[in-house]
């Protein structure tokens, strides 16, 4: 399965990169209010004699003095979900990591196995939309034209997959938003009404179908089966076998569907690691796939989705180093608000909603995926393991899980992790492997200057000590979390020398002053205070202490890389890149000892611990110490390695081929080695003209030459801070090993303070049949473990009305009568539109422990 930016939104589509962080132990979240005692009714008693008790002293626990991860080391394999179970009751893994589908569920309770679970894994079609017909193949292609991708909504009954597929336990899903995420309640009415006109309609799918296909020089229909140039229309279906177990009868279906309605069907299953090289590394005018069977998994509960519009749909995401995403063909229309909603160019709230209930009606219509389900993850491990999951993210796609995993009655052991895949696609920090498999490793061996909140998705700082956020007046920016502060300004002015862009020809820092003769202005100012003890505490897996170097080399790679003019040039980040530049206004080192850094955008979350700009070393898909890459850079400008699948396939010929840049396997080592041994004997400082300010000569060759003795430990190039390192890899047979990182700067035990998530349950009630007329009402009672919500953590609870035309006509306010109970009110006036028949009140409830919300509904019949 893909993820999402998921680890990608963490990036927040920004180059630089969104971090916090503190070495002395982070802030306690909010604590959760209780009851005070009861005062006593009445004096009490006399005394009686009573025996004087034992006191009893708890033993005061040992400190903990261990550094790194909790196990001495994580064995990592690639295991069938369908063995998940009986390999972990048989002993042979500990637990499995990527997790089951709903449909296991059962089987991992007969087993008496403890869980975990997530909500943010979900799946959907891929299209190619290459055509109308591959130049290639001759073969034609539909999906070329939106409308054939919209009619696919209509073609596919999800409530039947989730019933035949996920057993029931699944959601039905119609847009990149997560139906449980905070978005999803926010737009409940635009959603709901745009699920009921989307509903299976295999008539509806024909019919529009039909106008595409016939509109196609050369295809006809012949008793009911579209043809060209003497054959059947074949669709390429691209189906996971493996993964969780359900993609394939996902696939299954969706090609029956297609069938049905006059396709031929080519139904090529494979695995992760056959089926990339077509959709992530080919390139779609080869015609080798129409459709494949998608799946992603978000790393953190998403508080604003308004940018998934642009990493899933245009040539902008950060996903452009695939050439599939360049041939994505949205209208400019849908870019334009793809790219507002990604940047949030918003003056208020209620501007941003209002552009969102126009991008959920417009993913419809352009359909450039196709989204399927919602489902819900279990993650089965054996009795005796201690797991903090992420409710998005769940075990592997969580940050937390390298610091907080954990045997409970000891340090140190083994730990046997399986996942469905391991290695599906070249290791490399800027354009490497985006498959939850692999990042669930690399997530172990990176640092970081935030932890994201499990159950919030807000972020703690972990390697800063603390951040200012400065808003223009007027945004709708807001705080949780005390160790950030907030406030507004009329106007922010960036200094004159902050660097806020790179000229790649000349290898120099571009001002402010330059770029803005004029003078300019932000909507956002980020300061972040980091600990004067960063540069002694935090050591990369080689030895070598991090340095202002690392901070400045990864800002310049990541802008330089797509730049025409640069030696790195990359095609397919250079959109994203021309993005970020749109909305970036630049940064300022105040302060080196400690470091302490300004930056200045005008894109922005409407949360303020997602405003930090830290400029941690590290690019979306790993940590990035300055030399690794240096040397990666190298191959790239030679001319035998490129750091994107696009490029790699670009500039391979019959003759020659270049390397997708691989930092733990294959032909890219002995490449890296050879520029490695040239960088010392040159004593190579990169980008010289700006980095010479930061690194001489003699520092650089002492980071190379870290470098190279690590390389000859452990075999790899893959280096990070965090708490384990990367001591084994065997690419064939799909097994690795981590081992505890005992220089990691932080004690084992800090992040050790989440407890249960408070989810809410939701039960209405009410009567069974009303009358229109007068007004009715529904009690909506909300609880945690037995207990009455308090009202003091609920942000808000209220109604969806949907009435006997499957529409839903008002979203109703809910009034709080006590903790835990609340009161939905139909008014009579509108009572007395709706249609009579059988209608339905859909309660959401929107806590504020926890980022996800809770829907529950209650069905009734209207009379007249």
């Known amino acids: 399965m ?28 909010p604590a959760v209010p209780t009851a005070a005692p009861a005062e006593p009714t009445a004096a009490p008693a006399e005394p009686t004699a009573v025996p004087e008790p034992t006191e009893v002293v708890e033993p005061t626990p040992e400190p903990v003095t261990r550094h790194g991860g909790w196990f001495d080391e994580v064995v990592f ?48 079609l891929t299209f190619n939309p290459v055509g109308p017909v591959f130049e290639s193949t001759g073969k034609v292609n539909p999906f070329n034209d939106a409308r054939a991708r919209e009619a696919m909504n209509w073609l596919i009954d999800r409530d039947y997959i989730n019933r035949e597929v996920y057993n029931g336990g699944a959601l039905s899903k119609f847009f990149s938003i997560v139906t449980q995420f905070p978005d999803y309640a926010t737009n409940a009415q635009v959603v709901r009404t745009l699920e009921s006109k989307y509903a299976y309609d295999l008539e509806k799918a024909e019919k529009q179908m039909d106008e595409v296909m016939l509109g196609i020089d050369g295809v006809t229909k012949e008793g009911g089966k579209y043809m060209y140039k003497g054959e059947q229309v074949p669709i390429i279906l691209l189906i996971r076998p493996d993964s969780d177990g359900t993609r394939k009868p996902i696939g299954d279906y969706v090609a029956d569907q297609l069938e049905s309605i006059g396709f031929a069907t080519d139904r090529q299953y494979k695995t992760a690691s056959e089926a990339s090289p077509i959709w992530v590394g080919g390139n779609p005018a080869d015609g080798l796939f129409h459709i494949y069977t998608g799946a992603w998994s978000a790393t953190i509960i998403d508080r604003d989705e308004g940018d998934n519009f642009q990493f899933f749909d245009t040539p902008q995401s950060e996903y452009g180093f695939s050439a599939l995403w360049q041939a994505f063909n949205p209208t400019q229309a849908y870019m334009d608000l793809a790219d507002k909603l990604a940047y949030n160019r918003f003056s208020t709230r209620e501007e941003r909603n209002q552009a969102m209930a126009e991008m959920l009606e417009m993913a419809m219509t352009e359909s450039i995926h196709v989204w399927l389900i919602d489902g819900k993850n279990y993650v089965p491990y054996k009795e005796g393991l201690d797991v903090t999951y992420d409710l998005a993210a769940g075990v592997d796609g969580s940050q937390i899980w390298p610091v907080t995993l954990r045997w409970a009655d000891k340090e140190g052991g083994q730990l046997r992790w399986a996942a469905t895949d391991v290695y599906v696609d070249p290791w490399n920090p800027l354009a490497g492997s985006n498959w939850a498999f692999d990042a669930s490793i690399q997530r172990a061996t990176r640092g970081s200057g935030y932890m994201i909140d499990p159950y919030t998705g807000l972020l703690w700082p972990n390697r800063i000590e603390r951040a200012e956020i400065t808003a223009e007046k007027g945004l709708p920016i807001g705080k949780t979390l005390d160790w950030i502060s907030l406030d507004f300004a009329d106007e922010i002015k960036v200094p004159e020398d902050a660097i806020v862009d790179w000229d790649a020809a000349n290898q120099k820092f571009i001002t402010a002053a330059e770029k803005f003769p004029e003078g300019t202005t932000a909507k956002i100012k980020s300061v972040v205070y980091y600990p004067k003890s960063l540069w002694t505490d935090v050591k990369y897996h080689d030895g070598s202490p991090i340095t202002l170097a690392d901070f400045i080399y990864s800002w310049i790679v990541s802008i330089d890389a797509g730049k025409e003019e640069s030696k790195i040039y990359d095609a397919s980040i250079a959109e994203n890149v021309a993005a970020v530049l749109e909305n970036y206004k630049g940064f300022k080192i105040v302060s080196e000892d400690p470091l302490v850094i300004e930056a200045y955008s005008d894109a922005y979350e409407i949360d303020a611990e997602l405003d930090i700009t830290t400029m941690w070393p590290e690019a979306p898909y790993g940590e990035m110490p300055w030399p690794t890459t240096a040397i990666a850079a190298l191959v790239d400008e030679e001319g035998n390695g490129a750091f994107s699948a696009d490029k790699a396939d670009t500039n391979s010929s019959d003759t020659k081929t270049v390397e997708w840049l691989n930092y733990i396997g294959g032909p890219s080592l002995d490449l890296m080695s050879e520029a490695l041994d040239k960088a010392i004997e040159e004593k190579y400082v990169p980008y010289a003209n700006a980095m010479s300010a930061y690194l001489t000569p003699d520092e650089a060759v002492a980071r190379y030459e870290a470098v190279k003795a690590f390389k000859e430990k452990y075999g790899h190039f893959w280096i990070g801070s965090g708490p384990y390192l990367l001591k084994e890899v065997h690419l064939t047979e799909k097994v690795g090993t981590l081992a505890s990182n005992p220089d990691y700067a932080d004690l084992s035990d800090r992040w050790s303070m989440f407890g249960l998530p408070k989810i809410a349950e939701v039960e209405v009630e009410g009567e069974g049949s009303v009358v229109l007329g007068g007004e009715f009402s529904f009690d909506v009672n909300v609880s945690f473990e037995g207990e009455p919500y308090p009202a003091d953590e609920i942000s808000r609870v209220f109604g969806l009305l949907t009435d006997a035309t499957g529409n839903v006509i008002a979203s109703i306010p809910a009034e709080l009568v006590e903790d835990g109970h609340y009161v939905i009110t139909v008014p009579a006036d509108l009572a007395a539109t709706m249609e009579a028949g059988a209608a339905k009140i859909e309660a959401v409830v929107v806590p504020l422990p926890v980022a996800i919300p809770t829907f529950a509904s209650f069905e009734f019949v209207t009379i007249k």
């Open 2 to 29: 893909k993820r999402n930016t998921l680890m990608l939104l963490m990036s927040m589509v920004m180059i630089v990169s969104l971090v916090l962080t503190a070495c002395q132990q982070p802030p306690a979240p």
């Open 77 to 124: 394999s690639a295991v069938d979900a369908a063995s998940a179970v009986t390999q972990i009751t048989s002993n042979a893994i500990d637990i499995y990591a990527s997790g089951v589908a709903s449909d296991k569920l059962p089987e991992i309770e007969k087993a008496g196995l403890p869980r975990a679970s997530s909500n943010g894994l979900y799946y959907e």
